[in-house]
């Protein structure tokens, strides 16, 4: 495990605004309640609770990944589109905000981000 500091840091803060994660017709996430992360110079990451994100579309994909900053991730994918989505169920203290939330992919979905 690595913590984020001045060399590579991660905020983590409610998005203030409108997120909508739309795959073709389907919308799979229309929320105002995401959170966004920041890490490094990276994009921002908008991670929804699951209580917002359509999980009926969705299933659990066997894929998984580590981050020494965030932890284990699984995925998630939709019947037609693998792995579209991943989340951190038990990640390392200093992402614990997004713990379960799920981030999906800017190139395999539609990820729209609106500032209020």
Known sequence: MKLPGADHPITIEPF???VRVTHG???L???DRALVLQE???PPVYYVPPG???LDKLSRSATSSHCPFKGDASYWSLPQRADVAWSYEK???AAAQ???HLAFYTDRVSVEAKPT
């Open 25 to 27: 017709d389907s919308v």
């Open 52 to 54: 917002e994100v359509r």
């Open 40 to 42: 490094a110079s990276y």
């Open 98 to 100: 997004i713990a379960g």
């Open 91 to 93: 990640p390392f203290p």
């Open 29 to 31: 996430v229309d929320t």
């Open 16 to 18: 203030a605004g409108h």
